[in-house]
């Protein structure tokens, strides 16, 4: 399902850079994230997304080779806008472990109030192959640089331990995320369990 295109068709940042190709990308992601709020993963079809953009389908799998690079894009916006509002805003919490959670614990209840968006970006996150790396990449960085930040206010640099120790956190929040998507863990498991993931991280 990652596409046999590959990520050969996906435009890069200086190919999507004008204001008429940005105004089409997010036109396109704004109809994925509507109909993935409406229906799940099985809501987002290519030529239904085209048609809401306003756009030719072409032109759409010249953005997007494959349904997933679609879905995990609409999710690292989901990220960047989450990353954007935490950006200024200091995290409460006196440890580092509160901060993480509180972030965390925002993060899935945001999740959690759109059951059917988050089914459709989990899922597509799980069936990403190698094509997705560029798509995946920037859905880790923003994560890492949230938990980072909320680790160490203030901090621009963080060391690569501090790094090391994010993306474990952001590993296993996204692997209690698939398991709730599925249906192996409930909502108020959720939060217990990174609870105890976190603590053995950043104790305190």
Known sequence: MGGSAG?????????????????RRKRILD???????????????????AEQA??????????????????????????????????????PGGTPHERVMFLLNRTTQGLQGDPHLTEALTRAFMFADASVAQEIH??????????TRAMHPGEEHPSEHEVAIARVIADVWLSTLVGWVTGRT??????????VAVGLLLPG
């Not at 109809?31 to 997304?49: C, E, H, K, N, P």
């Not at 920037?138 to 938990?147: D, E, I, P, R, S």
């Not at 409930?186 to 609870?195: I, K, T």
């Open 186 to 195: 409930s909502a108020d498991e959720v939060p217990r369990r990174m609870d």
């Open 54 to 91: 306003d756009v030719a389908l072409g032109t759409l799998y010249r953005y997007f080779p494959s349904k997933i690079h679609l879905l995990v894009s609409a999710l690292g916006r989901e990220f960047e806008r989450a990353e954007a509002a935490t950006r200024d805003k200091p995290t």
């Open 31 to 49: 109809a994925t994230i509507a109909l993935a709020s409406q229906g799940g993963f099985d809501a987002v079809q290519m030529r239904t997304v």
């Open 7 to 23: 990520t050969a068709g996906s435009p890069t940042v200086e190919e999507h850079g004008s204001a008429a190709q940005r105004d």
């Open 138 to 147: 920037v859905v880790g960085t923003l994560l890492n640089t949230m938990l």
